[in-house]
């Protein structure tokens, strides 16, 4: 499918991964601390020398690199109050302390975060990318050795991430679908990737929705001209570290199997965790596969995104209350006051830990999703998701208990409803929490020539 477009975006200037995703089955993030604001900015120039822009490429490199900074680094590095008054009070604020926004709660408070990943040091980021865990080594080790001989920043925190199985994540669902389409990236689209239209198509989200200097959705943008704003053709970036609870989720599925559907064979299984997430583990949407599982249509992008859910009201195919209806609700709202395309995020995370082996008890080995997400406004699209769309119970008129099954920060209380055509629907009691916030940071990826002013370079 083509993307028509008027936008012109400076893919010379934006850096990779921010509106398509390099899709790289090894990645490792660097957290690291300015120690000395002047050997560190020297030291960001053969860094900023490594990035990767958004331009096409003929062949996919062997490995990338991406650099984001906290607002606690901007500072530290000198950046100009002019400079640094221009980004949002979330940003400004930090991770931690929306913690209540967030829903970071009892097991996910920050005061039980990862030491690593909890104090206020976390200034630089440094995303490595490759297509072998040979490059990801090799190039880590080059890192390493430029930070610690420039003096001037010291790394608090390495993460890694892998790709795991056919590319699922830990609970075993197809990862990375039902990304949104980007005007004038130039990246492949298709049919449900945007915004739907009443005519039955699909258009692709304003790109100032995701890089700043571009028309956002309502029409609106930052101007380019404003010699002060680091924020020109980059991008918010949220980082957080989210432990997921395999053996507890399969757990779950049975005894549900067992207690509310009377039989835990595997097909009522399969189902029931679909009903959760609102596809099948093999990516197929339920909107489009109801009753059973269809890993065709799951690989096919040009048909697995391209579904609606308001000829679906109740939920009888695909719950309100499901993950993918909740962090997405496509055409099923009809309070003008929400308006879905502001709300998207482009999602460029990946799997970390080793796989829980099927049919294994839990073994409280750390695993998850390293959660990276890119937008232009983190109140308005990632905190909102979280808030009001994940972690609250009136979601489309669904009951106050009700949260997202999957990710919302229930506590053995929550409780989940799955509509039947029969008029009873079956409802799930006593949900735990399955993910785990286990850290995180808000962060900022600029354009290549913001890089070089923070550096001192430009």
């Known amino acids: 499918m083509g993307q028509e477009t008027t936008v012109q975006l400076d893919l010379t200037d934006i850096q990779g991964n921010i509106l398509r995703s390099y899709s790289m089955p090894f990645a490792r993030f660097f957290f690291l601390e300015v120690i000395d604001p002047e050997k560190s900015r020297a030291s960001l120039q053969h860094v900023i020398s490594l990035v990767t822009t958004a331009e096409a490429w003929d062949e996919k490199p062997a490995y990338t690199f991406n650099l984001a900074f906290s607002y606690a680094g901007l500072v530290k590095l000198g950046a100009a109050a002019a400079s640094l008054a221009l980004f949002s009070s979330a940003f400004r604020s930090g991770m931690?302390?929306?913690?209540?926004?967030?829903?970071?709660?009892?097991?996910?408070?920050?005061?039980?975060?990862?030491?690593?990943?909890?104090?206020?040091?976390?200034?630089?980021?440094?995303?490595?990318?490759?297509?072998?865990?040979?490059?990801?080594?090799?190039?880590?080790?080059?890192?390493?050795?430029?930070?610690?001989?420039?003096?001037?920043?010291?790394?608090?925190?390495?993460?890694?991430?892998?790709?795991?199985?056919?590319?699922?994540?830990h609970f075993g669902f197809e990862d990375g679908i039902s990304q949104p389409a980007v005007e004038g990236s130039a990246a492949a689209v298709y049919q449900g990737d945007g915004t739907p239209l009443p005519d039955g198509t699909w258009a692709p989200v304003k790109a100032g929705e995701f890089v700043f200097g571009y028309p956002d959705e309502a029409g609106s943008k930052a101007d380019p001209t404003n010699s002060n704003d680091l924020r020109i053709n980059g991008s918010y970036c949220v980082v957080r570290k989210?432990?997921?609870?395999?053996?507890?989720?399969?757990?779950?599925?049975?005894?549900?199997?067992?207690?509310?559907?009377?039989?835990?064979?595997?097909?009522?299984?399969?189902?029931?965790?679909?009903?959760?997430?609102?596809?099948?583990?093999?990516?197929?949407?339920?909107p489009l596969a109801a009753q059973k599982d269809d890993p065709a249509l799951g690989k096919d992008n040009s048909r697995n995104n391209n579904f609606r859910f308001k000829d679906d009201p109740v939920g009888y195919g695909c719950p309100r209350g499901s993950h993918i209806r909740r962090c997405n609700p496509r055409d099923a709202l009809d309070n003008t006051a929400t308006v879905v395309r502001r709300h998207r995020m482009l999602r460029r995370g990946i799997a970390y830990g080793p796989p829980l082996p099927p049919g294994a008890p839990e073994d409280n080995v750390d695993r998850g999703l390293f959660f990276v997400a890119m937008c232009a406004d983190i109140e308005r699209q990632f905190e909102f998701v979280q808030q009001q769309w994940v972690n609250r119970g009136d979601f489309a008129d669904l009951d106050m208990a009700e949260k997202d099954a999957i990710i919302g920060n229930n506590s053995n209380n929550g409780q989940y409803s799955i509509p039947s055509e029969t008029g009873i629907p079956k409802m799930l009691f006593d949900l735990p929490r399955f993910v785990v916030t286990r850290g995180g940071e808000y962060f900022f990826l600029p354009g290549i020539k913001a890089l070089k002013r923070i550096a001192g370079t430009a």
């Not at 967030?102 to 005061?111: C, K, M, Q, T, V």
């Not at 980021?125 to 920043?153: C, F, K, N, P």
């Not at 432990?243 to 595997?266: C, E, L, M, P």
């Open 96 to 169: 931690k302390s929306r913690a209540t926004v967030l829903g970071d709660n009892a097991e996910s408070d920050p005061s039980k975060w990862e030491a690593g990943l909890a104090g206020s040091n976390l200034h630089i980021m440094v995303g490595l990318y490759s297509q072998t865990a040979e490059d990801r080594a090799s190039q880590s080790t080059q890192l390493r050795d430029h930070i610690a001989q420039a003096g001037g920043s010291r790394i608090v925190y390495e993460q890694d991430g892998e790709v795991q199985t056919e590319g699922r994540e």
């Open 242 to 286: 989210l432990g997921q609870k395999v053996g507890a989720f399969r757990d779950f599925i049975q005894q549900t199997a067992s207690q509310y559907y009377w039989d835990t064979s595997t097909q009522t299984q399969e189902l029931i965790a679909a009903k959760m997430v609102g596809r099948w583990r093999s990516g197929a949407p339920l």
